[in-house]
């Protein structure tokens, strides 16, 4: 009898577990967003792929890489730029040790100023859950100029070292 209790109260923990994850929608894709645009410029997580569109200097390596190439947008318009104008956003983890190289390599470049980034649904969960936490969806951190990491046509752009983490957002633009 005690068994068929605990049975039905892990049960039913379960079920609401389940029940909360699946009512929380900041979790789950946005199923309203354009399937098309989604499939043109989809997330990927293949180092060595970005590696042939970035350099990415300091042998350290990245342990977690998630990122997306897109056009670049009109601002104040849902149209694109012109088509070599591109925009590659990548989430780059690295181990404590190798964050801290990373950031005294690009400090050398030009000294980091405070940054306020936007999140973005692909980002990974920690990100998100911390954006959630800051209440404006936006990650705060120290931004940094990027050039160790142009290889053409990327010519421009920053890399963020995101608050309290071993994350960085490298947001690099084609012009």
């Known amino acids: 009898m005690t068994v068929r209790i605990l049975a039905l109260i892990l049960s039913i923990q379960l079920l609401y577990g389940c029940g909360n994850r699946i009512g929380n929608n900041t979790a789950l894709p946005d199923s309203t967003s354009n ?11 293949n180092v ?17 890489a998630v990122w997306k190439e897109e056009p670049m947008r009109i601002p104040g318009t849902e149209q694109n730029a012109s088509a070599n104008q591109k925009k590659l956003t ?6 404590s040790e190798n964050g801290r190289k990373v950031a005294g390599q690009v400090e050398k470049v030009k000294a980091g100023e405070p940054a306020i980034l936007g999140t973005e649904r692909w980002f990974p969960a920690e990100l998100i859950a911390q954006s959630e936490l800051n209440g404006a969806d936006n990650l705060k951190g120290m931004s940094y100029a990027a050039a160790d990491f142009y290889l053409p046509p990327y010519s421009e752009g920053r890399i963020t070292q995101v608050e309290n983490t071993d994350y960085f957002v490298l947001e690099l633009f084609a012009k």
């Open 35 to 45: 399937a098309s645009e989604g499939a043109a410029n989809p997330v990927k997580d």
């Open 48 to 64: 060595e792929e970005l590696g042939m569109l970035v350099r990415l200097p300091f042998e350290v390596e990245v342990e977690e």
């Open 90 to 95: 990548a989430v780059l983890r690295f181990s």
